[in-house]
């Protein structure tokens, strides 16, 4: 048998050799296969450092010819020669790899392809073709084709559950680790679960007692079907969508200005999930609605999606170019990095200054894919949608009538209180301490006092002329000598006209120490355009009346007053009316005889620099000490027409006080809407000629190398990454080509990225647990054959995401019961393979949304512009006041919040709201004492217990049992158990129902989603 088989190779070498075949007499039996078994081998363990510009030893294992030429040792591979192999040789010695060595079966591969001669393949060994332990190749199972698995077969008793396809899938890796399904939730938490799942709000008490008491599919059916299809579905789903793309409506950095037309992007994301857009449809036009859909305003407004970001002004309007070049790849690599994770779930961004060093993406792809977004830029494009006609109209509407039904209730008391009046001029003006009657001055004369003492000093750049003191805005200011006694309540008044409305900082009256240190003053637009403000050192006074811009004080002189109370409160004045609303300063200024002075013309100081002087020209000022009342202040300015607020609420009756200030609360809110919507304009991608796209050396604009032209990834090896394009393609055929690639549905990292998003949404984590890196780096699938199968029955369904909700949330899956089972948590204890649904905190907005709803106070208004928490101040950058807003318009839901980056709600920042500068796939979940103090004292809370509190006086005025149960149904969608009845109307009786409420608020059933 030896002879004959030493025979049988020898005849067989013969027969090979005579074939061209060059095949050694002691080579193994089985020829190697270079392609399939030494690349990969290669690649995974050699390639790492002997590959590339500088290969370690001057060895390059990646091409023939260089494996060929070999190192500094010589020849790495001789065929049929291990002995003169280097490559073997360095292997066999245990010196090569340095860190994890070959096993038996690769060195005996290794072996075998030395000995048959050390032939190589097609080609160049691809080091991104193959993955290892260290890095993902273009075999990553994210970058495979999306599979067809057969479904599984389901273990005999859990046969009930095998007709759904999920339930399959999740029950066989249930058997696989010895793990047990849970049984279904009781109907109460199902539909509890249903409710915040698919709308974000709690369910009536009415849905929860219907299906209690016919728990069929079919009603399980009908009630899934009816939260799928009301709009507040696409408010609470837009706003997971919102998360991911850093939606915010200020430019963040240093200046964050405010934008006030960024809210139709969020009205299109909630409008297009509720309509059921396809996905992939819902992700072209964000990429590229503006080229898809030309001249369309949905199309437009879509692109909002890439321009969501911040944008860093200052960085882009700097004098160094060098600096811009730097701040613009900063920009593109935000919007590189969000579109690839976003969508592809790869961390594209990581390939900017070098190949990325985990996934199969390489430097040169980064810019690829730069190249096609070249053409994005942020700014502002006019639309006119028929959702915003729709809404303007319905404003104006409601504009109209609400000013008709205060003017109607107004008129009469007014026409009352001036027939009360004897004489229209009964009313004497009030007398200052100082005037300057600037039309009874005398030229080349002191400019003094013309009531009091004080003597006055003008300065270079005033003069004199038709009545009145011209100031250049440069150097002219008036200023008197010392007041010769104590001043602490007061009124500045003047009649001024302005010489521009484009003017900031100047001050028209004010009186300062004599050294300009300490100053209250009457300013023009210091801290916000065209409006006028009580100004103040360090403005420690200083806050916004929240008063119209100025809008004529360039063409005619206007009255101006500022009245400063005992108390601290400072009231502005108008041409004799209320310029805003009056506040509450916290501070009083003492002026002590001999320390201040009367300054014209001047903010504060002893000289004219900044922007402190007033271009125009003033016509009287006069100074009083002490506090003018609203009727002295019409007086002084002539106006014997006029009723003040005081007189006019002092007349009216405590429901018609009530009433009069909802109206004004109601018109308030409707003239920002109709300016915005009158605008007609959207933040959205406003593109511009793009350029040509160089890679950059280290990431660095400095140092740029090749051009490259508009691509996709070469890992999608299931599309050609090649657009056909060239470097200096349009931005059309660029944003195009890539939004078209990325929402294929041959693409793989697509479907099953949404897939993913969705399925983490429903369940808390997702099948894959890094929802935004699918790549080396991220978290392998749980449940691999689950996501492919999903993926493709979502294709399959014309990526319709209501179709996806249906059929997960059909499942016994997301119906099991949330209780926890010790055994499955010993092997299992994160529940990653779905024994049971893991219970979840309710979400900021949604935890306020709950309230509102639970309270009654819930205005349902869908869409327009959003309502603001906060006041905004200027002074060179933005500023934002946060406050509790009470007005009809604050009471929505709180996706229609602004989203200013620098001004954050402590309520929703407590319960870890995230910050909108970022993208945000996976929300962060804290426990922290801030949170249950937040549901306790934050005033939004105290509001919402006291308006439940008399809900359910309204609902339940039987008497406080009736009450609390009311409550426990609103809240938990039951009713309290004897012991927590007796419990609860004892704490009532003591503390009354609204700490109730907030007590209920703070609690886990309520907070917690089971």
């Known amino acids: 048998?030896?002879?004959?088989?030493?025979?049988?190779?020898?005849?067989?070498?013969?027969?090979?050799?005579?074939?061209?075949?060059?095949?050694?007499?002691?080579?193994?039996?089985?020829?190697?296969?270079?392609?399939?078994?030494?690349?990969?081998?290669?690649?995974?363990?050699?390639?790492?450092?002997?590959?590339?510009?500088?290969?370690?030893?001057?060895?390059?294992?990646?091409?023939?010819?260089?494996?060929?030429?070999?190192?500094?040792?010589?020849?790495?591979?001789?065929?049929?020669?291990?002995?003169?192999?280097?490559?073997?040789?360095?292997?066999?010695?245990?010196?090569?790899?340095?860190?994890?060595?070959?096993?038996?079966?690769?060195?005996?591969?290794?072996?075998?392809?030395?000995?048959?001669?050390?032939?190589?393949?097609?080609?160049?060994?691809?080091?991104?073709?193959?993955?290892?332990?260290?890095?993902?190749?273009?075999?990553?199972?994210?970058?495979?084709?999306?599979?067809?698995?057969?479904?599984?077969?389901?273990?005999?008793?859990?046969?009930?559950?095998?007709?759904?396809?999920?339930?399959?899938?999740?029950?066989?890796?249930?058997?696989?680790?010895?793990?047990?399904?849970?049984?279904?939730?009781?109907?109460?938490?199902?539909?509890?679960?249903?409710?915040f799942d698919l709308t974000g709000l709690p369910p009536t008490p009415e849905d929860i007692a219907a299906f209690e008491k016919s728990p069929t599919s079919e009603a399980y059916d009908a009630l899934l079907a009816k939260y799928l299809n009301s709009t507040q579905y696409g408010e609470r789903w837009a706003r997971h969508w919102l998360d991911l793309a850093r939606y915010g409506e200020s430019q963040g950095f240093e200046r964050d200005k405010l934008r006030t037309n960024s809210w139709p992007y969020r009205d299109w994301v909630i409008r297009s999930l509720n309509e059921d857009l396809p996905y992939d449809q819902f992700a072209r036009l964000q990429i590229a609605g503006d080229l898809l859909k030309p001249n369309d305003a949905d199309g437009i407004t879509a692109t909002g999606f890439l321009v969501a970001a911040p944008y860093d002004e200052v960085g882009h309007t700097q004098q160094s170019a060098a600096m811009r070049a730097v701040v613009r790849q900063d920009e593109m690599e935000d919007l590189v990095g969000t579109v690839g994770q976003t969508f592809l779930g790869l961390t594209v961004n990581c390939a900017r200054c070098h190949d990325h060093k985990f996934d199969p993406i390489t430097q040169a792809e980064y810019y690829q894919l730069a190249s096609c977004l070249d053409g994005v830029r942020h700014g502002e494009r006019k639309i006119m949608t028929d959702s915003i006609r729709e809404q303007l109209a319905a404003t104006r509407s409601k504009w109209q009538s609400t000013s008709e039904e205060l003017t109607a209730l107004e008129t009469p008391v007014r026409e009352r209180l001036l027939q009360e009046r004897s004489q229209p001029g009964s009313r004497p003006a009030p007398l200052p301490i100082a005037r300057w009657d600037f039309s009874k001055a005398e030229k080349d004369q002191p400019l003094n006092d013309q009531v009091g003492t004080l003597q006055g000093n003008a300065r270079p750049g005033t003069k004199l002329k038709d009545g009145c003191l011209i100031l250049d805005g440069k150097t002219g200011y008036l200023t008197s000598s010392p007041i010769p006694f104590k001043l602490r309540a007061k009124t500045l008044e003047a009649w001024v006209q302005l010489a521009t409305l484009d003017q900031s900082g100047g001050g028209v009256i004010g009186v300062q120490t004599t050294d300009g240190n300490r100053f209250d003053s009457i300013v023009f637009a210091e801290r916000e355009p065209k409006r006028w403000m009580a100004g103040s050192e360090g403005f420690v006074r200083s806050q916004s009346f929240g008063g119209p811009e100025e809008s004529d004080a360039a063409t005619r002189p206007v009255h101006l007053a500022v009245v400063y109370s005992d108390d601290g409160t400072i009231t502005a004045y108008r041409d004799g009316q209320p310029y805003g609303n009056p506040y509450d300063s916290g501070d009083v200024t003492t002026f002590e005889p001999g320390s201040a002075q009367i300054v014209i013309g001047l903010r504060h100081g002893t000289d004219g620099g900044g922007n402190r002087l007033l271009k125009g020209s003033i016509g009287i000022t006069q100074l009083y000490d002490r506090a003018l009342s609203a009727e002295e202040v019409a007086a002084s300015a002539g106006r014997t027409d006029f009723v003040s607020t005081a007189e006019l609420i002092a007349a009216l009756s405590p429901s018609e006080r009530a009433r009069r200030e909802r109206l004004l609360a109601d018109l308030a809110v409707l003239n920002v809407q109709l300016k915005q919507l009158q605008d007609s304009t959207v933040y959205a991608c406003t593109p511009q000629a793009p350029g040509v796209t160089h890679l950059l050396k280290r990431g660095n604009p400095g140092t740029p190398g090749d051009a490259v032209a508009p691509r996709g990834l070469a890992a999608v090896s299931t599309l050609p990454s090649d657009f056909g394009l060239a470097p200096d393609a349009p931005d059309e055929a660029r944003r195009a080509a890539l939004a078209n690639w990325i929402a294929s549905c041959d693409n793989p990292l697509f479907a099953r990225v949404i897939i993913n998003r969705v399925w983490q949404h429903h369940f808390g984590a997702g099948l894959v647990d890094s929802p935004n890196d699918f790549g080396f780096n991220g978290i392998r699938p749980t449940h691999p054959e689950l996501l492919d199968y999903l993926s493709g029955w979502f294709i399959e369904n014309g990526w319709s995401l209501k179709k996806l909700h249906t059929l997960i949330l059909t499942s016994e899956t997301w119906k099991q019961s949330s209780r926890r089972n010790t055994e499955n948590a010993v092997v299992d204890a994160g529940n990653q393979f779905l024994w049971r649904l893991t219970p979840h905190r309710l979400e900021a907005e949604t935890l306020r949304d709950a309230m509102l709803s639970v309270s009654g106070q819930l205005n349902p208004q869908i869409g327009g512009p959003p309502y603001q928490d906060f006041r905004v101040f200027n002074f060179n950058s933005t500023f934002f006041e946060m406050f509790d807003p009470e007005t009809p318009d604050a009471q929505r839901r709180t996706i229609y919040r602004t989203w200013v980056r620098s001004g954050r709600s402590s309520l929703l920042d407590a319960l870890d709201c995230p910050d909108p500068s970022t993208t945000s796939p996976r929300r962060a979940i804290t426990t922290t004492p801030v949170q249950s103090l937040s549901l306790l004292n934050n005033s939004f809370v105290l509001r919402m217990s006291d308006a439940t509190a008399k809900r359910l006086e309204s609902d339940a005025p039987a008497g406080i049992p009736a009450r609390i149960n009311r409550l426990f149904q609103l809240t938990y969608g039951r009713s309290p158990s004897n012991a927590e009845q007796l419990e609860l109307s004892t704490f009532v009786e003591q503390h009354g129902l609204p700490a109730l409420c907030r007590v209920v608020f703070n609690s886990n059933e309520f907070v917690y989603v089971e």
Not at 161 to 184: G, M, N
């Open 1 to 195: 048998m030896r002879i004959h088989l030493l025979l049988t190779r020898t005849i067989w070498a013969v027969i090979l050799c005579a074939a061209g075949v060059s095949l050694p007499i002691h080579a193994a039996d089985k020829l190697i296969d270079f392609d399939n078994q030494i690349a990969p081998l290669l690649a995974r363990h050699c390639l790492e450092c002997h590959d590339g510009a500088d290969p370690k030893g001057g060895l390059d294992l990646s091409e023939e010819s260089l494996l060929t030429k070999g190192g500094e040792s010589g020849a790495a591979v001789v065929a049929g020669d291990l002995a003169a192999s280097v490559l073997w040789q360095r292997v066999v010695s245990g010196d090569m790899p340095p860190k994890e060595k070959l096993t038996a079966d690769e060195e005996a591969l290794l072996k075998s392809w030395i000995l048959q001669g050390g032939k190589w393949g097609t080609g160049a060994i691809d080091p991104y073709r193959y993955s290892s332990e260290k890095r993902a190749g273009y075999d990553w199972w994210s970058l495979k084709p999306i599979g067809k698995p057969d479904l599984p077969a389901v273990p005999s008793e859990w046969s009930a559950r095998e007709s759904h396809p999920i339930d399959r899938f999740v029950l066989a890796k249930l058997a696989e680790h010895k793990l047990t399904p849970s049984a279904t939730a009781e109907p109460r938490l199902l539909v509890r679960r249903l409710a």
